[in-house]
């Protein structure tokens, strides 16, 4: 056991920890005031659900011995055997720590989901929501990836979690948006956001813990964690300056929550690459997703789904752009452990990139849509129309955010 890659890899867990909170203070800041709380709720209580699932069976399932490339099985159930020396996934940290690391992976991507459906959905729904998709979503295509399943066995490349992570919730997202339909007034309505200061202060919170998120999957502190730490960080800051630059040209103004959202779309597709990709293909990476994402925001509106908080155009575009650039840009000049793209030569990878990408875009879709509608069956999904106009904070937690 390494003690400099265990102090790493202990600063980088909390990073990531410290992501769902900033997520809960991104989305609490674009809800109407009436929602803050139950926004910010629905990520902050994913750190205690999916904390617990974990332990009991989730780590089992997305890291124990493989199940014909699908599924790990349940030999770990409540960690038996994860314990204080190197395991098969790091050798110079210990096991518990790997498992604290993805643990906080497993936490922020049903909290992404929650920007699609906010403002409406019964928290109790969303309770037994976000059992079942970590459970029968998360956890298997975590497994086809990182822990020993068929995507990994493939070739397929992702550093970080774009296949895994943002594709997936993205997905879910879209489902999300379309089964539980529109918010009140939304195409009649406008919906603006109560307190984009909020939202600055969040994107930046996620910024920070995305150093731990990218850099951290080094799992040490050595050269392919520098090479992921920068190259997050240019990627985004381009996106940043794509996104406002764009709006600018359409909309006259450069905003705020442009310079935030293109953050975020940098930052998301930066993570499938940022370990296997030289810092020229990053910023090259991130200026491309700020403009695609932002169109695909932009779309939102001609297509007729209500994703509130835009999950879809920055998570689930994002998400595939960062796993087609990865076939495009990987290079083992920066990383022999990858591979190269197609723009080094290997046009396999672009084609194994685009595969599991699909497969998790088609398994997330069908997946959701089934949890979705069962959990209608047992409490239905959304609140009455009173209590949507009355604000979630108040009809399902008996607070409000503000009093002034």
Not at 28 to 35: D, E, F, Q
Not at 309 to 317: I, S
Not at 348 to 363: D, K, L
Request: charged letters at 10%; aromatic letters at 12%.
């Amino acid at each position: 056991m390494n003690t400099g890659d265990t102090a790493f890899m202990l600063i980088a867990t909390a990073l990531v920890m410290l992501m769902t909170p900033g997520l809960a203070l991104f989305y609490g800041g674009l809800v109407r005031s009436k929602n803050v709380l139950a926004t910010i709720m629905q990520s902050f209580i994913c750190l205690g659900i999916i904390s617990i699932i974990w332990v009991v069976y989730g780590y089992s399932m997305s890291f124990g011995p493989d199940i014909g490339g699908f599924v790990g099985n349940l030999d770990w159930m409540f960690l038996k055997g994860v314990g204080l020396k190197p395991g098969p996934y790091a050798d110079t940290i210990p096991d518990l720590l790997f498992c604290a690391f993805q643990l906080m992976f497993a936490i922020i991507t049903p909290a992404l989901i929650t920007g699609a459906f906010a403002e409406r959905m019964k928290f109790t729904a969303f309770m037994l929501f976000t059992v079942l998709w970590a459970t029968f979503v998360y956890f298997p295509v975590c497994h086809w990836v990182w822990g020993g399943g068929w995507l990994g066995e493939l070739g397929a490349l992702d550093f970080a979690g774009g296949t895994v992570i943002h594709i997936n919730s993205g997905v879910a997202a879209l489902a999300a948006a379309m089964v539980i339909g529109k918010r009140k007034g939304w195409g009649h309505e406008a919906f603006h956001p109560h307190n984009l200061t909020m939202t600055i202060l969040g994107a930046g919170l996620l910024w920070f813990g995305w150093f731990g998120f990218n850099a951290g999957s080094a799992l040490s502190a050595g050269e392919t964690a520098v090479l992921a730490f920068f190259t997050t960080q240019v990627a985004t800051g381009a996106a940043a300056i794509s996104w406002i630059v764009a709006e600018w040209v359409l909309q006259k103004k450069p905003t705020t929550l442009g310079a935030a959202s293109g953050a975020l779309a940098g930052l998301v597709a930066i993570t499938p690459a940022a370990g296997f990709v030289t810092p020229v293909s990053a910023i090259l990476i991130g200026l491309v997703a700020g403009v695609l994402c932002y169109g695909a925001v932009l779309m939102k509106n001609r297509l007729g789904y209500d994703d509130a908080l835009d999950v879809v155009g920055v998570h689930g575009v994002g998400g595939l752009w960062g796993a087609l650039a990865t076939g495009l840009f990987a290079t083992v000049s920066v990383n022999p452990a990858g591979a190269n793209g197609l723009f080094y030569g290997n046009p396999m990878q672009f084609v194994i990139q685009a595969v599991g990408a699909g497969a998790a875009i088609a398994y997330s879709l069908v997946l959701t849509f089934i949890i979705l509608k069962i959990v209608d069956s047992v409490t239905g999904l959304r609140v009455s129309i009173e209590d949507e106009q009355q604000g979630l904070d108040i009809s399902q937690h008996s607070e409000i955010g503000y009093s002034l």
